[in-house]
Each structure stands twice: as C-alpha cells, then as structure tokens.
C-alpha cells in the first residue's frame, strides 16, 4: 500500500506539505488543548521551492506529503522563515536528504540557524523588499522582526497572491481540515494565540497592517505556519489582528482567583455579582481549574482584571504568582482593577497582588480584604467593588 499522507493543494502551483500534531499539549506554557500544525508549502515552480520545514520528530510525514507531489530532490530552493525549532527542527536532516541549490533566511534567521545547527549548510541572507526568481514566478520578501523572534519574515508569491507568514495570523489546532471556511470555530484558537503569543508585539503588529494599508498590499491568501490557511477570511483575520493589537478594553470584566478555605472564593463571587449587576459581561475563572494561557485569552478583549489571593508563607498563593507574572510578560494596556483576598493574620498577599496589577500598568481601585471567612461588610464591599469597576468600564477613556 502507498503512503497515505497527502499533499493538499492550495493554488495551482502551491501545495502544503506539512504535519499535524495531535497529541501536544504544552507549547511553552500555553495550553494547546487542542493540538496543532506544523505548516509547510511546496511551490510547484520551474525551481520548486519549500518554505519552511516541521519539527524533527515529523519529517516523515512532511516528506511523505511532499512525495506525494514531486521526488523531494528536486527541490531547488529552500526558505526558512522563521527559526524556532517547530519550523526548522527538521531542516538539517532535510538538506542531508534533498541536497538544494539554496538555502534562504533573514539576515538575522542565518545567524539563528547556525546558532541552532552548528555544522549546517551556508544559508544566504535576504532583505527587505528582495526577491527570488524561481523560473517565472517570483518569490519577495519582507522582514517582519519580532512577529514574533528576531529572524521573522513573510515571503510572497506574487503570481498567486499567496502571503506565507511564518507564525503571524496563525493558531495551535490539530485538523484535518486545511482553510479557514473549513474550520468554523477558529475565533476562539485565533484569539488565544494571539494573546498568548503576539500580544507583547502590538505596537509592531499596528504598523505592519498600517504599512499593508498604505502601499495596498492585499493578498489573496494567507499561509501561516500554524492552523487554517485563510482564503474566505484574510480580510477578517487581519481586521481582527488590528483590534487585538489596539488593546481598546470592552465592558467585560475578567475575575481571576485562587482559595485555600473558601474565603477568597466569596468575595471573587461577591465581586462578579456587583459586575454583572452593573451590566459588565463577567468571566470567574479558579485558578485550581484555569490555565494561565486562557486567562491571557479572555484578557484579551477585557477592559478589567481582578485578582484574588489568600496568604501563604506570607506570599500570594503560588498559582496566583504564576498567572500574574505570566501576564506581566505578555503587557496587556489600558485594564483598570483590583487585589481582593482573604488572610489568616498578616495578609501580605494582597498588597503583593496589587503591586503587581500596578506593575502590569493597571489603573487600580483600592483592594479589598477580610480576615479570615467574610461577614457580610466584607461581602459588600467585595460586592462594591464590582458595582465600582463595571461604572469605570462605562466611563469614556
């Protein structure tokens, strides 16, 4: 029987030829319940070219696919666009294999690679604006640094309007499915990697899709590295990318907590009905039950952020600590907020919490605590404090 591993046309000329990881679920910190793609494109040009590789571990599966098309030695040219190791991870064996004319990256891609590989082929550098030809067909380039590594760039095929993006406008989900209009709930998957993962390059986002404006670059498709490739929804997800990047709050509220006894957990609860009372779309997430990854993603639209914490050791719960400091590194703008918590005797944690949310740049209300269960004062003002934050929301900023 014959490999059954496929290519899948995209274009005339374009093929993707890479693999899906089903069973991750863990990429550097960031929940990937749902698994994820390795993408790579094979362009059927009188030189054929590959743009980019997969993980180590799933070089068979790019190779079965790109067999499935084309003898993979005749491939001519080679792009990487991106070095991180989910992308290039393969790249050595593969030149070992195919023996390419050509091996191409940003400037600053070179240098990773051989960072990462130390006896790898000479790969040449490309710039700004440059292009390959590839027998009739030309492939440009545009440096794309920190979306999201030093090295990134988008190459483009000009012919078929088809944007390989590396990791921009991607998402981690497993499917068999290859396009976006394939895909029907990819909203959420897109959101969450882009919170998770481009969030910190907002300004840089901003000014990429500023520039695509400008010039009218408007690609006919869009290749990431990651989940779908969207061809109904290019404008869509570019539109979405520019909204997230603004980082302009709505009137949503996200509550996010730990408890060792209970208490901390009534006065969150007290908060969330003080939100929704106000009319405040209102998301209570445990910490005991959330992943720091979907914290960031529900984050991502909110325009405020409470945290709970009791005091141990005379320190915020060490799930509390985690989050907090997870979402410093990602730099979310414009959240208003609040510390709340619960104590036995010292409750250092709430002061540790708030500092913390003014760390982040929240804009804070004044924090609410309670020794030991709360009585009903301390329930009010945890209800207050909801009723405060959900009119703030309201307010023109």
């Excluded at 294999?97 to 790898?120: N, Q, T, Y």
């Excluded at 709050?249 to 509550?255: L, Q």
């Excluded at 914290?295 to 985690?322: C, H, K, W, Y």
């Amino acid at each position: 029987m014959k490999e059954p591993l496929k290519a899948v046309r995209i274009t005339d000329k374009v093929y993707w030829v890479g693999a899906v990881d089903w069973d991750i679920r863990d990429f550097h910190g960031y929940s990937t319940n749902r698994g994820t793609s390795y993408n790579a494109y094979l362009i059927l040009a009188e030189k054929p070219t590959l743009i980019d590789t997969v993980k180590a571990p799933f070089l068979p599966e790019m190779m079965a696919r790109i067999s499935s098309v084309i003898d993979p030695k005749a491939i001519r040219l080679v792009v990487s666009n991106h070095s991180e190791m989910d992308h290039s991870g393969a790249l050595p064996e593969l030149l070992k294999l195919i023996e390419p004319e050509k091996v191409v990256a940003s400037p600053a891609g070179v240098k990773a690679l051989r960072a990462h590989f130390h006896d790898l082929a000479p790969v040449q550098a490309v710039k700004e604006g440059e292009s390959l030809d590839l027998g009739g067909d030309r492939l440009s380039f545009r440096m794309t640094p920190m979306l999201h590594w030093p090295d990134s760039m988008f190459s483009y095929l000009e012919s078929d309007g088809v944007l390989f993006s590396n990791d921009a406008f991607g998402m981690h989900l497993a499917s068999l499915s290859r396009f976006d209009d394939e895909v029907p709930d990819w909203r959420y998957e897109a959101a969450k990697y882009y919170a998770n993962i481009l969030l910190p390059f907002s300004d840089i986002v901003l000014a990429l899709l500023d520039k695509f404006d400008k010039t009218g670059f408007s690609p006919k498709m869009i290749a990431p590295d990651h989940g779908p490739i969207w061809r109904k929804d290019v404008k869509m997800i570019m539109s979405l990318w520019g909204a997230w990047a603004r980082q302009k709050g709505t009137d949503k509220a996200v509550i996010v907590f730990d408890t060792m006894w209970g208490s901390t957990e009534k006065l969150a609860l007290a908060a969330a009905e003080g939100l929704a009372a106000g009319g405040t779309k209102t998301v209570v997430m445990p910490m005991r039950l959330s992943h720091r990854s979907d914290v960031a993603t529900e984050l991502l639209d909110a325009g405020a952020l409470l945290v709970g914490s009791p005091t141990i050791n005379r320190q915020m719960f060490p799930t509390m600590a985690d989050v907090l400091s997870y979402l410093k590194g990602l730099k979310p703008r414009s959240k208003i907020g609040a510390a709340f918590g619960s104590y036995g005797w010292a409750g250092e944690s709430i002061q540790q919490v708030q500092d913390a949310l003014v760390a982040m740049g929240v804009s804070t209300c004044e924090p609410v605590k309670c020794q030991y269960v709360p009585d009903a004062a301390a329930l009010a003002s945890a209800y207050d404090l909801g009723q405060k934050i959900s009119a703030k929301l309201k307010e023109p900023r």
